[in-house]
């Protein structure tokens, strides 16, 4: 197979997956947390230290971000206390923002599976991307690209079917949600659902 062949059919792989979409301005199908979670190879919070753009290491063709995480804590999976994944930017317009993360902050990742490639993105995209941020109290929240839209729909009634029972904070928090949630429940219906206690 020619590069020229090879470029064509990582190209057309892009075109047909959503989650290879840019994050800013992809149209995937909604994921609850359940979702998210699932599919989530590694789910990390951290903060970023650095993003920056540039060609694909085999295909100078594609464009790629490259995004270092200062990791303070793991909720899935592993991760070394500095991790950096690369990701595909589809959108010419998400070069200039590193797409979304340059001076992103502290984030909540839920990073899909590395490709053969070595490509990975937040699971749905913007909706398995979230921003942490802090009130004047020192209390932190977590919301993702989507405003946390749909975040909880039916969440509850399926961990239940599998026999999942979640704290009394992640079922207020699921109750009543909202734009921002507390991080602190948010993370603890995270580990719930992965299955254990970090």
């Given at each position: 197979?020619t ?65 270092t ?5 793991v ?60 009130d ?8 993702n ?14 961990a ?7 704290s ?11 734009r ?19």
């Open positions: 197979m590069v020229g062949t090879t470029i064509a059919v990582i190209v057309g792989f892009f075109l047909f997956t959503s989650d290879a979409y840019s994050q800013q301005h992809a149209q995937t199908a909604p994921a609850d947390l359940d979702q998210l979670v699932q599919n989530a190879d590694t789910i990390l919070r951290g903060e970023v230290i650095s993003a920056t753009i540039e060609p694909h290491p085999q295909f100078s063709n594609i464009q790629t971000v490259v995004v995480i200062s990791v303070k804590r909720l899935k999976g592993e991760a070394p206390a500095t991790y950096t994944f690369r990701q595909f930017v589809w959108d010419i317009r998400d070069v200039a923002d590193a797409a979304g993360y340059r001076k992103a902050g502290e984030l909540l990742l839920f990073l899909n599976p590395n490709s053969p490639y070595g490509l990975t993105s937040p699971v749905g995209l913007d909706q398995g991307r979230f921003r942490v941020m802090h004047q109290k020192g209390n932190r929240f977590a919301a690209g989507r405003a946390n839209l749909g975040l909880f729909n039916q969440v509850p009634s399926k239940a079917s599998r026999g999942v029972t979640f009394r904070q992640a079922q207020a928090m699921m109750a009543k949600p909202q921002q949630v507390p991080l602190d429940s948010l993370e603890d219906a995270i580990v719930t659902l992965a299955g254990g206690r970090k």
